[in-house]
């Protein structure tokens, strides 16, 4: 009963009348993808797929959570990528992480499994400005040629929104891959399917690594760690990427390490109009909190000196539509950039 209360209590006021159904309204349409299954549809599930029958996971989810683990979850079980999965580590409006026990696939004993929420219940802001310069991409994170799936996305129909879904997760998977190539601090990428990417778990068998907003480091290792993030930062960028949500709260640390997370809002910094601006805030909020930690550096010279050194221009500064009003560090950031600072 407490997993089904904790799953209901991350939904904000829109998530949960987007839930509500008025009575006298007929529903539009067929539910989206993901499908949430009702335990009771359970067997049906696994019946048209002898393979997944012995899926029982140990975490005991809720009955909303469980179908929607299940047809998440199901093809990773079905591949030998995971053979069961033992908690929720992480809870979030766009998805959360789940402990997994790995599959004979994996060479090791434990895999995060990052399973997105239903995209009826997203509800990330102002998406589109992040989409901006992107091609879209498909299950197996290629480009997405087909005419009439292009209009379908366009037009923001039923198919073309899960679409779009779709390819947000895509993104996040291709830019682990190209990153963790390249030598960043990312978690090892394992695999993708409709609705969840499988990585490298980082923590152990008591509990997943810390974000860095909640450590507090000494000065020497505060220094240390804030070359490493800058040298990731400035590895995105040879790599024609740009973070988009980065903070203390998407960097992990552990034993000493850090590890980058959360990328489905990455940007072109060759094509998006706001690449820059967002860019600099990125930068800013890094050095927000290593200031805090005792360390000193200017995040406008540093992001202007990370952005030219890859041959870009220093386009305008971030747009207010990209700015969270109810977040005091856009606040903040916005105030300065009114005041030309």
């Not at 000196?305 to 109810?326: C, F, N, Q, S, V």
Request: negative net charge; hydrophobic residues 35%.
């Amino acid at each position: 009963m407490s997993n089904y209360l904790d799953f209901f209590e991350e939904l904000d006021d829109n998530d949960l009348t987007s839930l509500l159904v008025n009575k006298n309204r007929k529903p539009k349409g067929p539910p989206p993808i993901p499908k949430i299954l009702p335990s009771s549809e359970k067997a049906f599930l696994r019946a048209q797929d002898d393979s997944r029958a012995n899926f029982d996971f140990t975490y005991q989810a809720a009955r909303f959570e469980e179908g929607w683990l299940l047809d998440s979850l199901g093809g990773f079980y079905e591949h030998g990528w995971i053979s069961d999965v033992l908690r929720r580590v992480k809870g979030g409006k766009e998805a959360s992480v789940y402990l997994c026990r790995a599959g004979a696939e994996v060479n090791a004993d434990l895999i995060a499994a990052k399973v997105y929420r239903p995209r009826s219940l997203r509800n990330l802001k102002n998406d589109h400005a992040y989409r901006e310069g992107r091609d879209n991409l498909d299950d197996e994170g290629k480009i997405v040629l087909d005419h009439g799936l292009q209009h379908a996305m366009a037009k923001r129909t039923e198919i073309g929104k899960n679409l779009l879904h779709q390819s947000w997760i895509a993104y996040e998977f291709t830019t682990l891959r190209v990153l963790k190539q390249a030598g960043a601090d990312v978690p090892e990428p394992y695999e993708m399917a409709h609705n969840a990417i499988l990585m490298g778990y980082i923590g152990d068998t008591d509990g997943c690594a810390p974000t860095l907003s909640e450590v507090s480091l000494e000065h020497a290792e505060a220094n240390n760690l804030f070359e490493r993030v800058l040298r990731n930062i400035d590895l995105l960028l040879a790599n024609d990427r740009i973070h988009g949500d980065l903070s203390a709260y998407n960097i992990l640390y552990w034993e000493g390490d850090i590890t980058l997370i959360d990328f489905p809002q990455v940007v072109s910094p060759k094509i998006n109009r706001n690449a820059f601006g967002i860019f600099q805030r990125d930068v800013t909020r890094v050095c927000e909190y290593f200031a805090k930690q005792g360390v000193s550096a200017n995040p406008r010279k540093l992001a202007v000196d990370l952005w030219t050194k890859h041959g870009y221009r220093t386009g305008p500064e971030i747009h207010p539509r990209l700015l969270d009003a109810d977040d005091e560090r856009d606040r903040a950031l916005w105030q300065k950039q009114r005041n030309g600072r």
